[in-house]
C-alpha cells in the first residue's frame, strides 16, 4: 500500500514537472515568435524606407535632369540671357 502511494506521488511529481515544462515551452514559444515576427516588421519598415529614399532620390535626379535641360534650352534660345537684368 505504502509502495502504490509512493509510486503514485512519483508520477504525479513528474506529471507536474511534465507541466511546468510544457508550460516554460510554451512561454518561450510564444515569445520568440513575437521576437520573429517584430523582427520581420523592422526589416520590412526599413525596405520600404529604402525604397521610398530610392524613389526621392530617383526624384531628385530627373529634377536635376529638368533643371540642366531648361537651362541648356534657355542658353540655346539666348546665350546672353544670363548677363540682362531680368524682370523680378
Known amino acids: 500500500m505504502v509502495s502504490r502511494r509512493r509510486r503514485a506521488e512519483k508520477v504525479e511529481e513528474r506529471r507536474t514537472a511534465v507541466a511546468a515544462h510544457r508550460d516554460e515551452a510554451a512561454v518561450r514559444s510564444r515569445s520568440a515568435e513575437q521576437a520573429r515576427l517584430e523582427?520581420?516588421?523592422?526589416?520590412?519598415?526599413?525596405?520600404?524606407?529604402?525604397?521610398?529614399?530610392?524613389?526621392?532620390?530617383?526624384?531628385?535626379?530627373?529634377?536635376?535632369?529638368?533643371?540642366?535641360?531648361?537651362?541648356?534650352?534657355?542658353?540655346?534660345?539666348?546665350?546672353?540671357?544670363?548677363d540682362k537684368p531680368r524682370d523680378v
Open 39 to 82: 523582427a520581420e516588421e523592422r526589416t520590412a519598415r526599413a525596405e520600404r524606407e529604402r525604397l521610398n529614399a530610392e524613389e526621392q532620390a530617383d526624384r531628385a535626379e530627373r529634377e536635376r535632369a529638368a533643371a540642366y535641360y531648361h537651362e541648356s534650352q534657355a542658353r540655346e534660345i539666348d546665350p546672353d540671357a544670363d
